[in-house]
């Protein structure tokens, strides 16, 4: 049996539970950071890799400043540098309300959430479901408007799969989609989503860091593509925005996909210095698992398992993408 309780974890767990089940939890919690990482350092790289190219001066400057900083600080330093800011921050009695029910404090990051239990869960497959059904729609519409001509339209299939079908399943269920408030009670917050300072403090790290490198791949497989193809778009009048959207990224991204991809990998990786803040990853738990049992190549032989596996993970569906969107010769 564990005997070591798990203050941050995504799945129910006690100091009872077996190993194998707190191993479980660390493996949870290395995915929380990675996926949501991951998401967040390729939606901020992107905008900071678009605006070193950015006509406006202070904007590009901004944006090379802060490339050329996180990449040449260390990322054991910057997790370290955030993780002492989140302790430096006031009391749960004097967190800061940037916006109303967002509280910041020592405490971590609360938020207001929406309880998800199995009602909600089924809703929320259905809505999956419903992406991918019209995903094989909209691919089989493309398809027949390229044999004949004739175009046709995708959005009453949207909307029926994707808005309707999953409101038609909550409303037949009796789902209630009822936000949790947080309050403040005593010394304490109750209710909402409450992010632990060493978690924010690891995701924080993670993301800017990564971003940072993201940046630059964004910015070469921008200036990747031939400057001919900018030239007929503005000749057409386009939007910088519609032509970056449309023209430019869709043709960069052959460029950008392969080394994203070790950004990835990366990122996941280093979601491992969480041992450092005393975040309970897979790390954390397994040296915990080691030291109680004293089983060291398996606590070692798990955590190399887990890392290969979601890099391996990670790398197939990356490899996947980037053939999908490869330049077929004819």
Wanted: glycine share 6%.
């Amino acid at each position: 049996m564990a005997a070591r309780p798990v203050a941050d974890s995504l799945l129910a767990y006690n100091p009872r539970d077996s190993y194998l089940w707190a191993f479980v939890v660390g493996v949870a919690n290395t995915l929380r950071v990675a996926v949501i990482g991951i998401v967040l350092a390729t939606i901020l790289g992107t905008l900071i890799g678009i605006s070193r190219l950015s006509a406006n001066w202070l904007l590009s400057r901004f944006a090379a400043v802060y490339v050329e900083l996180l990449r040449d600080i260390p990322l054991l330093l910057q997790l370290l540098f955030w993780y002492v800011l989140m302790q430096a921050l006031p009391a749960a009695r004097a967190a800061w309300r940037p916006i109303e029910g967002v509280f910041l404090s020592n405490r971590g990051l609360i938020l207001p959430a929406v309880p998800i239990e199995s009602p909600q869960l089924w809703v929320l497959a259905i809505a999956v479901l419903g992406v991918a059904v019209f995903y094989l729609i909209q691919r089989w519409l493309v398809a027949q408007q390229m044999r004949d001509g004739k175009p046709r339209p995708a959005w009453p299939f949207a909307l029926g799969l994707i808005v309707m079908l999953p409101v038609l399943v909550s409303w037949l269920l009796g789902v209630s989609w009822t936000i949790e408030w947080p309050e403040l009670r005593g010394f304490n917050f109750i209710g909402g989503l409450t992010l632990s300072p060493e978690y924010f403090a690891l995701l924080i790290a993670l993301v800017t860091y990564t971003s940072a490198f993201i940046a630059e791949i964004v910015r070469s497989g921008v200036q990747s593509v031939p400057r001919g193809q900018w030239d007929a778009a503005n000749a057409l009048g386009l939007r910088r925005s519609f032509m970056l959207r449309q023209i430019i990224l869709p043709q960069a991204l052959r460029v950008i996909v392969p080394p994203m991809t070790s950004q990835y990998l990366n990122l996941t990786k280093n979601s491992s210095l969480a041992v450092a803040i005393g975040y309970q990853d897979v790390v954390s738990v397994a040296n915990t698992t080691l030291n109680q049992t004293g089983q060291a190549i398996e606590a070692i032989a798990l955590i190399m398992a887990v890392f290969l596996t979601i890099s391996l993970g990670i790398s197939f569906f990356m490899n996947w993408y980037n053939a999908r969107i490869a330049l077929v010769e004819r």
